[in-house]
């Protein structure tokens, strides 16, 4: 996929999804051209969103990889982006940003290429999609809106792989436009009727 078109596809399957969003860390950590001028792409946005809404369940996401994964990896994700969300919370997004996209392409694409059981593999995607909101944010806040949009169109993708509901509410809503706090959504879920009854993204 090229690099106009890398992140703002709402995948079919959620090993797609995957491999997308680890050619997007590797993009965005290049500094490649095309995502730095990048704008949003309020048409990609409207097709993620109703795909969500619409897309029948995934299954199972077991995996049988060289590398064993467990719910203590997948809390080491949570607790890392707990750790970047504080440094954002203190200094701005713009800090960290570049630091969190190394972090999740050294440390989580193996995790993702991992071998797991459906349930630590919905675990997992679950936690990597609140990393890409956090990084969508930290997107956001750098200016760096086409970047952003392209986090959170994935970590809609995640959510709706995990099972995830609540959480997809968030990035369903578009992210920017909700209540801003450190990491809420873990705390406050966005209705997700909002977005049934039409709540419209700037994007």
């Not at 997007?24 to 097709?47: F, G, H, K, Y």
């Not at 996401?61 to 467990?70: C, K, Q, V």
């Not at 701005?92 to 071998?115: C, E, F, N, S, W």
Request: charged letters at 20%; proline letters at 6%; glycine letters at 8%.
């Amino acid at each position: 996929m090229s690099s106009d078109h890398l992140g703002l596809e709402f995948a079919d399957r959620p090993e797609a999804t995957a491999k997308t969003v680890v050619d997007l860390w590797r993009a965005d950590l290049a500094e490649a051209e095309v995502l730095v001028r990048s704008q949003p792409d309020s048409a990609a946005w409207n097709t993620a969103s109703l795909r969500w809404i619409v897309a029948p369940p995934d299954g199972e996401l077991t995996r049988a990889g060289n590398r064993a994964i467990g719910t203590v990896d997948v809390e080491m994700i949570r607790s890392t982006a707990d750790a970047f969300s504080m440094l954002d919370g203190k200094f701005g997004g713009g800090h960290a940003r570049r630091a969190l996209i190394q972090y999740l392409h050294t440390d989580v694409r193996p995790m993702l290429d991992g071998k797991y059981t459906d349930a630590v593999g919905k675990q997992l995607y679950s936690a990597v999609a609140e990393a890409l909101l956090l990084a969508g944010w930290m997107s956001y806040d750098s200016s760096l809106h086409g970047i952003a949009q392209r986090y959170f169109i994935q970590a809609l993708r995640m959510t709706q792989a995990a099972g995830d509901r609540l959480l997809g509410g968030w990035p369903a809503c578009w992210a920017p436009r909700c209540p801003r706090s450190s990491a809420p959504w873990r705390r406050e879920p966005w209705p997700v009727s909002a977005t049934n009854e039409g709540a419209t993204s700037p994007w």
